[in-house]
């Protein structure tokens, strides 16, 4: 992978809360000979925060 950039925005609307999650990849690949894949796969996890009591 050459390079990754994630940007998160939270907003909420009513009682409702939004997180927005952009991912911009880019992959590169090169080869003398044979076939050559590039892959732009992303692993995202969202955890949870526990309130306190």
Same mark, same amino acid.
């Given at each position: 992978? !050459?390079? +990754?950039? !994630? #940007? %998160? =925005? #939270?907003?909420?609307? &009513? $009682?409702?809360?939004?997180? =927005? =999650?952009? =991912?911009? *990849? %880019?992959?590169?690949?090169?080869a *003398? *000979? &044979?076939?050559?894949?590039? +892959?732009n796969?992303? %692993?995202?996890?969202?955890? #949870?925060? *526990? $309130?306190r $009591?």
């Amino acid at each position: 992978m !050459v390079r +990754s950039n !994630v #940007k %998160t =925005i #939270k907003y909420r609307v &009513g $009682k409702n809360n939004y997180l =927005i =999650i952009n =991912i911009y *990849q %880019t992959a590169e690949a090169s080869a *003398q *000979q &044979g076939n050559v894949l590039a +892959s732009n796969a992303a %692993t995202v996890q969202i955890f #949870k925060n *526990q $309130k306190r $009591k």
